[in-house]
């Protein structure tokens, strides 16, 4: 990919990872390099074993400890302390799941305060954001429903919706579409594109082709390599 260092979100180069099993080295990645602009949205594509899960551990900056070069917005992630990680992690990459991960306890309304208050955000704040996001993503009057009186498709939208708590200017989604049926996959992924569509940097991990088709670039790992990477939308008929 081309691009200035004004948008280069993400740059990585000659990325390394491996794992000691004790009886033999696994070897996740094998000197990846790549760059991902502001605005991009993206499909992470692969087999089970391929690197995509480690690659987004990296990029979720849940993992430091590799070799190579990994720069967040300008800011050299291996250099950083695991505080620090925690405090990047909050102000610029929201989460999405295959299995939401929303707290069974806690209302929609609440799921979704919930990134606000490990930010420290004052209550009145929080509860005014998280009832526009819920409106954002078409929830508006599931707000007090609690996980389990909700559809898959319903929580991944509130799964969304707290994802996007804090501003981040990155969505790292892993298989976010796994648990769900055809209907609510594609209602999930035209969420993801409007949301690219106001400027959000949107990352999809995803073993589903017709998944990957909705998105502008494909990125596929084989082995821990990237074996190719295809911008969508200079692809010719």
Do not use: W
């Amino acid at each position: 990919m081309t691009g200035t260092a004004a948008n280069i979100l993400i740059d990585i180069a000659n990325l390394d990872k491996t794992y000691d099993t004790g009886a033999a080295q696994v070897h996740a990645l094998r000197n990846v390099s790549l760059r991902i602009r502001a605005g991009e949205y993206v499909a992470v594509m692969g087999q089970s074993g391929s690197g995509k899960s480690t690659l987004m551990n990296i990029l979720g900056c849940l993992d430091r400890l590799f070799t190579g070069i990994y720069a967040l917005d300008g800011v050299d992630i291996a250099s950083r302390s695991n505080r620090q990680l925690s405090v990047i992690r909050s102000q610029k990459i929201g989460f999405v799941f295959q299995s939401y991960n929303l707290i069974p306890r806690m209302t929609s309304l609440k799921n979704v305060e919930m990134p606000m208050i490990y930010a420290r955000k004052n209550r009145a704040f929080r509860q005014r954001m998280a009832q526009i996001l819920l409106e954002k993503v078409g929830l508006g009057d599931r707000m007090d429903h609690l996980p389990n009186e909700l559809s898959g498709g319903q929580k991944q939208r509130v799964a969304i919706a707290r994802a996007l708590a804090n501003d981040p200017p990155i969505l790292l989604a892993d298989e976010p579409t796994g648990n769900l049926d055809t209907a609510s996959s594609e209602e999930i992924m035209e969420l993801f594109t409007a949301l690219n569509r106001e400027g959000t940097t949107v990352i999809v991990v995803t073993h589903e082709n017709d998944i990957a088709s909705m998105t502008n670039r494909i990125i596929r790992f084989k082995d821990g390599r990237v074996v190719d990477d295809s911008d969508l939308r200079r692809a010719g008929p």
